[in-house]
């Protein structure tokens, strides 16, 4: 078989990451140190004031301007090692940061992290939303399509990952020797399409490009496609709803081609860990001294801040296409109350089969599984999913 194409953008440089590792270190970590310190002063001097009656006296005015000066250098530095990578990466020289495994995890990483950030400040670091094969990404035409895919089949099964993943997710346990889901539905007639995209982007923004991608792929694909099942772990299930609100509002033919979604572990009603860090982060800012810290949380990408709350019943499901949804709990059983409170980690039961408090649910005929004693990325080639994927896709 021949190699498979992949689009020749050298794509971000190791240098780049670098360039964003000083301007972290700055902004998250000197300046956090800083403000903090400069809070705890005047905590201990306002107090010693108060009982003294005085001014800044000279212990604390030499203080202040040792620890500024300490502070202001370090930053200078940083923005000045910052800016001399990026010029130096703007040349083109230096090993590409996702050549290498590890390199394309952390790029996976820092653009859940930050992804929003990144595209409007750093846009050669941000991922685009991108059909993906043997580490690259594939060109979605008639010519990349059909060399990528020379089996190609009339049934397409695309899967997306969660937040802060990449399409190498769902090689999860492959070097254990466990089958991946791509392997056992290609093994039935599916085509399996892998995706990479920026889960630092708002849900429905990164909708919009789903949308978009999945038009010009059923158009380019190298066969006449009829059936689509689309799969999302955890994060990926919530853009999967979010495209197919942004196709009821804009009608596309592949809409009517999805006959199943799965989606796996997806907090549907929000997640409580993205709940803490907010709640973390305003109760931080009450006090000078650990407002800075605040600010660290604050970084956190539109596609964190999204998973609070999920997406509620103004996204309807798919009109022709049955849902099916998988949720996991660290217990055995989903009734015990580590599974109802903690569920796997990250997601609870309710969240992921989509009903509330009140027993209202976003989808009133899904199927449902439940997976116990495992966590939210155990759900990712397990065998009760293969089963229930074999079922559910025949």
Same mark, same amino acid.
């Given at each position: 078989?021949?190699?498979?194409?992949?689009?020749?953008?050298?794509?971000?440089?190791?240098?780049?990451?670098? +360039?964003?590792?000083?301007?972290? @270190?700055?902004? #998250?970590?000197?300046?956090?140190?800083?403000?903090?310190?400069?809070?705890?002063?005047?905590?201990?001097?306002?107090?010693?004031?108060?009982?003294?009656?005085?001014?800044?006296?000279?212990?604390?005015?030499?203080?202040?301007?040792?620890?500024?000066?300490?502070?202001?250098?370090?930053?200078?530095?940083?923005?000045? @090692? +910052?800016?001399?990578?990026?010029?130096?990466?703007?040349?083109?020289?230096?090993?590409? #940061?996702?050549?290498?495994?590890?390199?394309?995890?952390?790029?996976?990483?820092?653009?859940?992290?930050?992804?929003?950030?990144?595209?409007?400040?750093? /846009?050669?670091?941000?991922?685009?939303?991108?059909?993906?094969?043997? $580490?690259?990404?594939?060109?979605?035409?008639?010519?990349?399509?059909?060399?990528?895919?020379?089996?190609?089949? $009339?049934?397409?099964?695309?899967?997306?990952?969660?937040?802060?993943?990449?399409?190498?997710?769902?090689?999860?346990?492959?070097?254990?020797?466990?089958? =991946?889901?791509?392997?056992?539905?290609?093994?039935?007639?599916?085509?399996?399409?892998?995706?990479?995209?920026?889960?630092?982007? /708002?849900?429905?923004?990164?909708?919009?490009?789903?949308?978009?991608?999945?038009?010009?792929?059923?158009?380019?694909?190298?066969?006449?496609?009829?059936?689509?099942?689309?799969?999302?772990?955890?994060?990926?299930?919530?853009?999967?709803?979010?495209?197919?609100?942004?196709?009821?509002?804009?009608?596309?033919?592949?809409?009517?081609?999805?006959?199943?979604?799965?989606?796996?572990?997806?907090?549907?009603?929000?997640?409580?860990?993205?709940?803490?860090?907010?709640?973390?982060?305003?109760?931080?800012?009450?006090?000078?001294? =650990?407002?800075?810290?605040?600010?660290?949380?604050?970084?956190?990408?539109?596609?964190?801040?999204?998973?609070?709350?999920?997406? =509620?019943?103004?996204?309807? /499901? #798919?009109?022709?296409?049955?849902?099916?949804?998988?949720?996991?709990?660290?217990?055995? +059983?989903?009734?015990?109350?580590?599974?109802?409170?903690?569920?796997?980690?990250?997601?609870?039961?309710?969240?992921?089969?989509?009903?509330?408090?009140?027993?209202? =649910?976003?989808?009133?005929?899904?199927?449902?599984?439940?997976?116990?004693?495992?966590?939210?990325?155990?759900?990712?080639?397990?065998?009760?999913?293969?089963?229930?994927?074999?079922?559910?896709?025949?």
């Amino acid at each position: 078989m021949s190699p498979v194409p992949v689009t020749p953008a050298p794509g971000p440089s190791v240098l780049d990451a670098a +360039s964003l590792l000083c301007e972290v @270190a700055d902004e #998250l970590v000197v300046r956090s140190v800083r403000d903090t310190h400069v809070a705890v002063l005047d905590r201990v001097h306002g107090i010693g004031r108060a009982v003294t009656h005085g001014g800044p006296g000279v212990v604390e005015r030499a203080h202040r301007g040792i620890a500024g000066g300490i502070y202001g250098g370090l930053s200078a530095g940083l923005r000045a @090692a +910052s800016t001399g990578l990026d010029r130096v990466a703007a040349t083109g020289v230096g090993p590409r #940061l996702e050549s290498r495994p590890e390199g394309r995890f952390l790029s996976a990483a820092v653009n859940g992290l930050i992804g929003d950030r990144l595209l409007r400040e750093r /846009p050669q670091m941000a991922i685009p939303l991108a059909v993906r094969r043997d $580490g690259g990404d594939v060109e979605v035409d008639e010519a990349g399509l059909s060399a990528a895919f020379p089996d190609a089949t $009339g049934r397409l099964v695309v899967f997306l990952h969660g937040l802060c993943e990449d399409d190498s997710y769902w090689d999860r346990g492959r070097d254990e020797g466990r089958q =991946t889901y791509p392997e056992a539905l290609a093994a039935t007639g599916w085509t399996p399409i892998v995706l990479r995209a920026n889960t630092g982007l /708002p849900l429905r923004e990164n909708g919009v490009a789903m949308t978009a991608l999945l038009q010009r792929l059923v158009e380019a694909w190298p066969v006449p496609v009829t059936r689509i099942a689309l799969v999302g772990h955890s994060m990926g299930g919530l853009v999967i709803r979010a495209a197919g609100a942004v196709a009821a509002d804009h009608p596309q033919p592949w809409t009517g081609l999805v006959s199943d979604v799965v989606t796996l572990g997806t907090p549907h009603l929000g997640a409580p860990v993205a709940k803490g860090v907010g709640h973390g982060s305003r109760g931080l800012g009450l006090l000078p001294e =650990t407002a800075a810290f605040g600010r660290i949380l604050d970084w956190r990408s539109s596609g964190v801040h999204d998973l609070v709350a999920g997406l =509620t019943d103004d996204v309807p /499901p #798919l009109p022709h296409a049955r849902y099916h949804l998988v949720a996991a709990t660290l217990s055995e +059983s989903e009734g015990h109350p580590v599974g109802r409170f903690v569920g796997d980690l990250l997601v609870r039961p309710r969240s992921a089969y989509g009903r509330d408090a009140r027993g209202r =649910t976003l989808f009133p005929d899904a199927d449902v599984l439940h997976v116990g004693r495992t966590d939210h990325w155990g759900l990712l080639n397990h065998p009760d999913v293969h089963g229930a994927l074999a079922t559910w896709l025949s």
